[in-house]
């Protein structure tokens, strides 16, 4: 049996006031960020590696996260997108043979600050109830006067624009070059498996800057636009808003995830809100009201489109419901090919039940 090493103090604060202490996990040091949480049981690198996360401060709601290790290939961007991760117990040890290593090894190697030993199911009961706030873990500096001085510095996650923080900085390519099928993707924070479900359908797809302009996507004379997931608000996202109104008057394919879905209802004069304490999980029922079909969905989202706006549109149709709080969780343009949804399709982590939108998107450029 390895010795057991004896866990150093760590102290989580919350902008209202709460404290709670545990021990140090991962990368020695302080960290700041949104507190939000996820309900998900399984897909722990998946979920700290999306970037729709940046920014974030995230509690795993699970009693045991890092049971099952790491492995380089279950990541969905290049490195930990999330500000930190705040667990009951978070595993040292792993039970996978497969696996490249621990969770404390890959947060050490991603120089991600976390906390383990707090009741996670209270304090999610906590966020809630109270709605999301800025927060702060330290396990360098437990001096709570301190700490309180550098969470009262850190911005509150409406206005903040971060999808540039996040996007590729150079356009590049996947999928067969010989493709009759092209898709021009709107990097906003793009996990790896949209694109994979995009190339496994056959496209061929360059992936461009978020704030590249319509003209330079429409050289690559695309069959159609995707518009990807990402983090922070999108109201301040004026240029990505002018790109889908652009590509709206183009009226050639366009598909929108998560903060696509708002971006797309943006552009045809839907406002977005912040939500209490958004929807993040693998476990969100919703409702396909055009077919009457219910699905089992994934979701990371902060962010919402105005669902009285939505409603009152002569030019939007809802087509996705949340059955747990009936919020918008998907929308078409009246006499366009443009259509969007709230949650994330491609589900990793995460059941498939929603996979056929790609195959819809893949019909629509090949009309």
Known sequence: M???????????????????????FGKKGTTTGEI????????YQEVFTDPSYYGQVLIMNNVHIGNYGVKAMDVESDGVKVRGVIGRNLEEQFSRMQADGSLQQYFEEQQVIAIDGVDTRALVAHVRTQGAMNCIISSDNLNIDDLNKQ????????????ASSVSTEAAYFLGDPESKIRVAVLDCGVKKNILNCLVERGAYVKVHNAKT??????SFNPNGYFISNGPGDPEPMDYAVNTVKKILAEEKPLFGICLGHQLL??????PTFKMHHGHRGLNHPVKNIITGRSEITTQNHGFGVNPDA?????NIEITHLNLNDNSIEGIRVKNKPAFSVQYHPEATPG???????????MALMKK
């Open 2 to 24: 390895p010795e057991k090493v004896e866990k150093k103090p760590a102290v989580l604060m919350l902008e209202d006031g709460t404290i709670l202490y545990g021990h140090a």
């Open 36 to 43: 939000c949480f996820n309900t998900g049981m399984t897909g």
């Open 151 to 162: 969470l009262n510095e850190v911005p509150s996650m409406a206005g903040l624009e971060l």
């Open 213 to 218: 302009s319509f003209e330079e996507m429409q």
């Open 265 to 270: 209802a943006l552009a045809n004069d839907i």
């Open 310 to 314: 939505v409603r009152d549109s002569d």
């Open 351 to 361: 059941p498939h039940d929603s996979r056929y939108l790609f195959d819809d998107f």
